[in-house]
């Protein structure tokens, strides 16, 4: 059996971390991951987070097995943040929020879940996307598509593309849609267009699958998760995997939730039993410790209030770095232009440097980005940026 295995690629993002960690000049900048680092390029373990895990401690409880859908306090506040707590998904009961394993899991859920009641249904992701939606959708044994998004000349959404593939694309089929801040390009689609594309997939009877891996890294909560009330709003059914990897920089907890957006409580109340039956057959039920320490922070005011300033404080800093960068190249290089970096939102920047440049960069710097020139910008701080921007202009 295990003497024919092949060996299998290696996953692309993960790979280049692998690559940074064995160089060992000093100078080396880890560009290529989707991690958000402080200025001093640390990981950072939010104050909200250590005040809420110093309270639990405080009152240890033994760890029976979570419900199948997680904790119920958690699942409560997941949904009350993504929806909306005034909102009328919510007050009517008509949307099931279930803890996942981070946002993957989520992903995985709702794929698992779609296999069994939209068996014949074909997948449409963005071109490009983050890697790991196909290969996910694909094992659950879905046919995946791409509809066109990035235009590489205006270095922006190639909307009129995007919105034809949607009006062409057969009636049920699965739409992965990025709810803001678009991993890899950073191009997120305007209002007035979020609007257009709500309207043909309701008219359409298309089946929206948001993924939202980024509140609050665009412009803020409640203006991120707004697409996502927009579709709810419209009606269901609506699929929504979310994760507090980045937002609570809690990675290694695994803490996400998939909600769906039903026609109504009844329905909801089949779709839950349903997808409790997906989450039993996959893993049985959730981890404790990520989920508590969420809920804690989103139903207690205070550190509700320090999250929020937290997280502002991770949007900003981000912001600043796409300034500085254009800045500083603008200066370095000045034939080149780079103004588009700061329109892009969230984590990444697809910088339009080319494979080859990716590749000396590497080479010759000790610089880490992607090979489709995706960089994460919230690599960037005050000690590494000017040796980047440097070796950027000298490649180019
Ligand atoms: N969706 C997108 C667009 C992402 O970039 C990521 C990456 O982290 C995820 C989902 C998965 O999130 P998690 O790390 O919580 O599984
Ligand atoms: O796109 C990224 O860099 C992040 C991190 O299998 C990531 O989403 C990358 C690959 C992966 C899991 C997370």
Known sequence: ????????????????????????????????????????????LLECVRKAEAQLMEKTAPRGYLPIDGLAAYDKAVQDLVFGADS???????????????????LKLGADFLKRFAPDAQVWISDPSWENHRALFESAGFVVNNYPYYDATTKGVNFAGMLDTLKNMPAGSIVLLHACCHNPTGADLTDAQW?????????????????????????GIESDGKVVGLFANAGGPVFVSNSFSKSFSLYGERVGALSIVATSAEEAARVLSQLKRVIRTNYSNPPIHGGQVVATVLATPELRALWEEELAG????????????????????????????????????????????????????????VDTGRICVAALNSGNIDYVVDAVAQVL
């Open 88 to 106: 009328a998904v919510v007050k009517e009961k008509r949307a099931i929020t279930a803890q996942a394993i981070g946002g993957t899991g989520a």
């Open 1 to 44: 059996l295990l003497n024919a295995i092949e060996m299998a690629p290696r996953d692309p993002i993960l790979g280049i971390t692998e690559a940074y960690n064995a160089d060992k000049n000093p100078k080396k900048s880890n560009l290529g991951v989707g991690v958000y680092y402080d200025d001093n390029g640390k990981l950072p």
């Open 314 to 369: 991770m949007r900003v800093r981000i912001r600043e770095m796409r300034q500085a960068f254009v800045e500083k190249l603008k200066a370095k290089a000045p034939n080149h232009h780079f103004d588009f970096v700061i329109t892009q939102r969230g984590m990444f920047s697809y910088s339009g440097l080319t494979k080859e440049q990716v590749t000396r960069l590497r080479e010759e710097y000790s610089i880490y980005a």
């Open 195 to 219: 609007t257009q594309v709500i309207e043909v997939v309701t008219s359409r009877g298309l089946i929206p699958f948001l993924d939202m891996a980024y509140q609050g890294f665009g412009d």
